[in-house]
C-alpha cells in the first residue's frame, strides 16, 4: 500500500507564460500548409463552454441528468500579428498598405507554447503546445490613446469560436495539448519540424490523426519526386507515390498529365498518416514559354 505524500521535492508542478505563437492559415482543401509566426503575443485565454447539465425528472426523483454540447472558445490578446492575420480579422489589403474592413473572415489555426516549471529546475522543466483548429475571430475594439506620461502599447484583442475537427475513436475537438514532460522526445522533435517548419518544409498545422499518429508510433516517412515536364506539350506529369498529395494553387492534382497554360508551381504535402524528411524538396516552379 502506498501513503499519500503532498508537494515532495520536485512535484511542485505549475504552468506559466504564453510564446512560440504561430498562425496557420488552411488551403483550399482544409489542410493548414501555411504557418507565420505570430510576434507579441501576450495572453491567450482558454474559455470553453457548454456541456451543462440539464436535469431529468421520474418518479418524483432526479432520474438523470443529459449534458449540453461542449464548445470551445477564447481570446488572443497581442501588441501585434502577422500581416496575414488581416484575412482572419475580415481585413482585405488590395494593394500593399491599404486595408478594407467588413472583408468575409477566414477560419485559421493556432499553436502556441505555455512553459511547465517545477521547485528544482523552475520553467526549464518542460512545455506544453497548445493546438487549437477551426478557429474564427469576431471583430474586436480598438481603443486608440493620446501620449501621455505613462504611455502603453495598444493591445489587440479577439475572441474566438471554433468548428470541431475529427477525431478517429473520440469525439470532434477544436483543440490539442501535448505534455513534453509526459510524451517520447523524439515524436515530439517530429512534431515541432511540422509546426515549425525545417530547412526543407514549410511550417504546417499537422490534423489530430496525424498528431496521434505520430506519439502512437505509427506515421510513415514518405519523400516526394519531382513531377515531369515537356515543356513543349506544356505537360507536367504528377507521379503517383503513396503518401504524397501534389496540388496546384491549392487544389489536389491527380496523377497524371496536366497541360499548364502559365507559370506553374506544384507543391507537394503528405497524406494523413506520412510525413516528409527534414530536408527535402516540396515545390516546384515550371517555366511556361
Given at each position: 500500500m502506498t501513503t499519500l505524500a503532498w508537494d515532495q521535492t520536485g512535484d511542485r508542478i505549475y504552468e506559466?507564460?504564453?510564446?512560440?505563437?504561430?498562425l496557420y492559415?488552411?488551403?483550399?482543401?482544409?489542410?493548414?500548409?501555411?504557418?507565420?509566426?505570430?510576434?507579441?503575443?501576450?495572453?491567450?485565454?482558454?474559455?470553453?463552454?457548454?456541456?451543462?447539465?440539464?436535469?431529468?425528472?421520474?418518479?418524483?426523483?432526479?432520474?438523470?441528468?443529459?449534458y449540453s454540447a461542449e464548445q470551445?472558445?477564447?481570446?488572443?490578446?497581442?501588441?501585434?500579428?502577422?500581416?496575414?492575420?488581416?484575412?482572419?480579422?475580415?481585413?482585405?489589403?488590395?494593394?500593399?498598405?491599404v486595408a478594407i474592413g467588413q472583408q468575409p473572415r477566414h477560419t485559421f489555426g493556432l499553436c502556441y507554447r505555455?512553459?511547465?516549471?517545477?521547485?528544482?529546475?523552475?520553467?526549464?522543466?518542460?512545455?506544453?503546445l497548445h493546438l487549437i483548429y477551426g478557429a474564427t475571430a469576431a471583430p474586436s475594439e480598438k481603443a486608440y490613446a493620446t501620449v501621455n506620461d505613462s504611455p502603453e502599447a495598444l493591445a489587440f484583442s479577439w475572441a474566438i469560436t471554433t468548428i470541431p475537427v475529427d477525431v478517429p475513436g473520440y469525439k470532434p475537438t477544436a483543440s490539442l495539448t501535448i505534455d513534453s514532460t509526459k510524451v517520447d522526445a523524439t515524436a515530439l522533435s517530429a512534431l515541432e519540424?511540422?509546426?515549425?517548419?525545417?530547412?526543407?518544409?514549410?511550417?504546417?498545422?499537422?490534423?489530430?490523426?496525424?498528431?496521434?499518429?505520430?506519439?502512437?508510433?505509427?506515421?510513415?516517412?514518405?519523400?516526394?519526386?519531382?513531377?515531369?515536364?515537356?515543356?513543349?506539350?506544356?505537360?507536367?506529369?504528377?507521379?503517383?507515390?503513396?503518401?504524397?498529395?501534389?496540388?496546384?494553387?491549392?487544389?489536389?492534382?491527380?496523377?497524371?498529365?496536366?497541360?499548364?497554360?502559365e507559370d506553374t508551381v506544384v507543391t507537394a504535402v503528405p497524406a494523413t498518416g506520412y510525413k516528409f524528411p527534414a530536408v527535402v524538396d516540396r515545390d516546384w516552379f515550371y517555366d511556361y514559354v
Open positions: 506559466t507564460g504564453v510564446d512560440h505563437g504561430v492559415i488552411p488551403d483550399n482543401t482544409g489542410a493548414y500548409i501555411n504557418g507565420y509566426a505570430w510576434n507579441g503575443l501576450t495572453t491567450v485565454t482558454e474559455s470553453p463552454s457548454g456541456a451543462e447539465a440539464n436535469p431529468q425528472y421520474a418518479d418524483n426523483i432526479k432520474y438523470l441528468n443529459l470551445f472558445g477564447g481570446t488572443i490578446e497581442a501588441f501585434t500579428y502577422p500581416d496575414e492575420w488581416a484575412q482572419c480579422d475580415g481585413t482585405a489589403t488590395p494593394e500593399p498598405g505555455t512553459k511547465v516549471g517545477n521547485d528544482l529546475t523552475g520553467t526549464e522543466y518542460g512545455y506544453k519540424d511540422f509546426l515549425y517548419g525545417t530547412v526543407g518544409s514549410d511550417p504546417s498545422l499537422p490534423t489530430p490523426t496525424d498528431v496521434l499518429a505520430l506519439f502512437a508510433g505509427t506515421i510513415t516517412t514518405v519523400t516526394p519526386t519531382m513531377p515531369a515536364y515537356n515543356s513543349s506539350t506544356h505537360t507536367i506529369t504528377i507521379p503517383s507515390i503513396t503518401g504524397v498529395v501534389y496540388k496546384i494553387l491549392g487544389e489536389v492534382a491527380a496523377a497524371g498529365a496536366v497541360v499548364i497554360t
